[in-house]
């Protein structure tokens, strides 16, 4: 999932179908067609830094749903984390229940 950031972990391969489910609340399939919806408004158009991809984005965001805390998916970067969350919130498409 963060394998920009330095980080080599994918949850969509680390996780078995069960762990992810009860990780972001939505099956593997359901979050890349989520991932393919947003995928252009969340897309950034800088060079600096390391920008999140758009699935990093997403199952940041779903982390954040699921639990209701920042304090167990905040790492390395807070700010990419608040980013994130706040890019995905202010989308517009529908939340995800």
Known sequence: MFGTLGI????????DDEDFR??????KDSVSDLV????K?????TRRG????PMQ???IALRFHAT???QRIIGDSKQQFLEAIENYCTSDYPPVS
């Open 50 to 53: 390391v920008a999140l991809t």
């Open 22 to 27: 009860l990780r972001f609340r939505l099956r």
């Open 68 to 70: 209701g805390t920042l």
């Open 36 to 39: 393919k919806t947003l995928d």
């Open 57 to 59: 984005q997403v199952l």
């Open 8 to 15: 080599d972990f994918n949850p969509l391969e680390e996780y």
């Open 41 to 45: 408004d969340l897309q950034h158009q």
